[in-house]
Structure formats: C-alpha cells, structure tokens
C-alpha cells in the first residue's frame, strides 16, 4: 500500500482555501515554542490561529512553566499575517500518570506514545469543536521522533467523533523542521533537551550516560 502525503494533502487544501478566498479557525495543539515557529511562520498565512498549549505530559512543573512562558513569548514576538491567540490547558499531570499505568518502561516512539498523542489532541478536538473551530490539528508531526502516520490517523479518528475536520500534517516536510531550528536560534527560544514526561526525561539522562562511559573507555 503506497504511503499518504499528508503534506501534499495539506497543500490541496491550502490552494482550495486560497481559491475561495476564505480565512478558517484552526484550533492548534502546540508541544512546545521551537516545533511551533516554524508551523505558526507556515500556517498563520492561511488560517486565523488559536495555539492551544495543553502538555499534561511534561515533567517537571518548573520545566512546564517554563515551556508555557516560551511558546507565549513567541506568539508575542512574532509577525503574522492573520491574528494569532494563545490559549492554555489545565495543567494536571495525573492525567498523563494515569494514561501512562502499565507502560512506564516502553521506550520512546512506542504505545505509550501514541497513548499521549491521543490525550493532547483529544483534549484539541473537544474544545475545536466546542469553539466551532473550522479545523484542529498539532504540531507534534514536525519532529523527526514522532510518528506522522499515527498522528494523523488518530486526527481523523478524532475528528469523526467530534465533528471537526482534522487537518493534515507532515510539518517537518519542505525543511520545517530545519526551519523551526532557524527560527529557534532567530528568537533565542529555550530548547529542551528530552521530550516531555519523566520516562523520556529518564531515557536521554540514560543516554547521555551511556556515551560518556563509552567516550571515557575510548581514552
Ligand atoms: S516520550 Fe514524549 S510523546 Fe512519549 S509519552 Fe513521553 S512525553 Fe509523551
């Protein structure tokens, strides 16, 4: 079976929208400050944004506050060409504790994760549609450790259930990812080292570790 081109997708429904001469809400699930300029430079040409930080996953609260304090400081800072607002999610990670039983020790890119994907855009998918939002979607699909196709195909599940078109995603195609380091670098963004919760946290600490044991034995 030939692979989806979510971003070939994405550009369809870009060039329709530009056709129609029409301006739609998105409603944006935002991981963190850096994977967002680049989708915020990309898409805030074609769409009025909400971003919506909801990350329950992240680990700890003074890393949350600082992530939340980055991607509000970005919004600020940056120029757009439709309005972009910011809206925040309850931060109570005993949501993701709960989400996560059982699967404490899957390494990253594993169930686990597609389990938190879920819970982010889940909570997007509600309040899109809530706000009658004309489409939700996430930035999570701009990173090269994060799995496109389930992003997406959890996106359509989602937007069956709540009635609100998903829109498609590839970001880290046509050099978003190395874009959003650009950006990153441009507005001096804080840059976080692990991905969000404690396992993964525990997993670079692990990794780190690992190389300078190996780098040590190397002298
Ligand atoms: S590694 Fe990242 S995506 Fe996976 S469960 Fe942890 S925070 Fe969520």
Redesign the pocket.
Known sequence: MNKRNYQKELDKLIDNIKKEGRVPRLFLHSCCAPCSSYVLEYLSQYFEITVFFY?P??SLEEEYRKRVAEIRRLVAEMPFTHPVHIEEGAYDPQV?YEM?KG?EKVP???E??F???RL?MEEAAKLAEEGGYDYFTTT?SISPL?NTEKINEIGEELAEIYKVPHLPSDFKKKNGYKRSIELSHEYDLYRQN???????KR?QEEKLKQKQISEGSAL
């Open positions: 990350n996953n992240i993701f996560a699967m990253e890119g594993g686990r994760c389990k938190c994907y982010r999570l994060k692990y991905c969000g919760c404690v396992f993964s997993e």
